[in-house]
């Protein structure tokens, strides 16, 4: 291309990240008026902004506790009346910001004591990086793509086991839906999964960013929050649990804004009181994004203004994406040579590529794994950009892309 050699396609196609907006999905109506107002309190005089809007930007400006009260009646609503404390609640700049700061707080020890970080792979590169950055040792298990990209807990306690070897493992991170592998984990896997953590005595971080995006009618999402309750008080009072949500995924797709909360459950008092100052270090998360974080959790009610569009362009873009979601699935393996599990939620496909062996002799020749080959091909003749499997982890010898 810089060269000036014409290429059989006049744009390329960015299918290699996860910012809706960037491949033409609309924003939410509702969501950008409301920041639009928190931000310029001026327009509150606008008649071209619903009073709904106006309101909600009002009582949004007197401060955090607000939007922390009104993430505590939607997690409770969502959990079927699970109870839930403000003051366990904590917005961020985004999920990736409350992952990293409860990260920061866990790790700790040198050498054979240093905290193990247990991720699934395939993975979203911000768990590697993070414990990378960190210093913590990363501690593989393997999710199961034989069937359907399931997590099995005999693969928890194989990891575990050989990890206690050379680190402490204290970490369990679980992302569900899956990224990049679109799974949908049932109430039964996630049981499994929170008893391994209590007789482990592991901390639990559960990255729920995908809870709006599920598409299988054979799959519901339930969060560790609510499945934790409901295993009963052993459990519920002991299991230290971080959940993490985001306004850049869902139907809201609002990257840019770096809106997020995470809610930390069974924290000792002491260890909590140092979490606060961990997080009053960064001061605070872009106001833009705690209101617009404010809309998600506590969207317009039928009757008001903004109902009927707001649950107009909600169900669009989550139905689109569903529709989306089966024709990626059924296209990929209609192609010889691809593999693809179906895509029961999240915003991605990461199907199985089988790569010829002199392709994988050429890549190695190349400096590069196979996958990286593949894809880089792929842009060059197509214009379609994708990112290989080896960026998220995969078993030895196969290989992806997202």
Request: proline share 7%.
């Amino acid at each position: 291309v810089f060269q000036g050699v014409k290429k059989p396609f006049t744009e390329v196609i960015k299918a290699n990240i996860g910012d809706a907006h960037a491949m033409g999905q609309q924003p939410i109506t509702f969501l950008r008026q409301v920041v639009a107002l928190c931000t310029c309190p001026e327009l509150l005089d606008s008649p071209v902004f619903p009073e709904d809007a106006k309101m909600r930007s009002y009582s949004a400006s007197q401060g955090l506790s607000c939007i922390r009260e009104d993430i505590a009646m939607y997690m409770e609503q969502r959990d079927q009346g699970v109870p839930t404390n403000p003051d366990n609640i904590y917005l961020s700049t985004g999920a990736s910001d409350g992952i990293v700061s409860i990260l920061k707080l866990l790790v700790t020890g040198e050498g054979t004591s240093r905290t193990g970080v247990m991720i699934p792979i395939p993975q979203y590169p911000l768990y590697s990086a993070a414990i990378s950055e960190l210093g913590a040792v990363q501690v593989n298990y393997y999710l199961d793509e034989d069937h359907c990209w399931a997590l099995d807990v005999n693969e928890l306690h194989k990891a575990l086991s050989a990890a206690k070897k050379y680190c402490n493992p204290k970490v369990l991170c679980i992302i569900n839906p899956g990224n990049p592998t679109g799974q949908v984990q049932s109430k039964k896997c996630i049981e499994e999964v929170i008893n391994f953590a209590y007789e482990e005595k592991l901390f639990l971080l559960s990255d729920e960013v995908y809870q709006d995006n599920v598409y299988s009618p054979d799959c519901q999402f339930h969060s560790f929050k609510k499945v934790l309750y409901e295993m009963g008080p052993e459990y519920y009072n002991t299991v230290e649990l971080a959940s993490f949500h985001s306004t850049s995924k869902g139907y809201m797709g609002e990257c840019g804004f770096r809106g997020g909360y995470m809610e930390v459950i069974n924290l000792d008092a002491e260890v909590k009181a140092q979490m606060v100052k961990l997080l009053s270090v960064r001061l605070c998360p872009p106001v833009s994004g705690q209101a617009a974080m404010d809309v998600v959790v506590n969207p317009p009610r039928p009757g008001e203004p903004s109902f009927e569009l707001f649950a107009k362009e909600k169900n669009s873009v989550l139905n689109t994406l569903a529709e989306k979601a089966k024709l990626t699935e059924k296209i990929l393996n209609t192609v010889p040579g691809i593999k693809c599990n179906p895509v029961q939620g999240a915003m991605y496909a990461f199907p199985r590529i089988f790569i010829p062996p002199n392709a994988v002799e050429e890549a190695k020749t190349l400096g590069m794994p196979p996958d990286m080959l593949y894809c880089l091909r792929l842009l060059e003749e197509t214009g379609i950009c994708i990112v290989p499997g080896s960026g998220f982890g995969q078993k030895e010898g196969t290989y992806h892309f997202r």
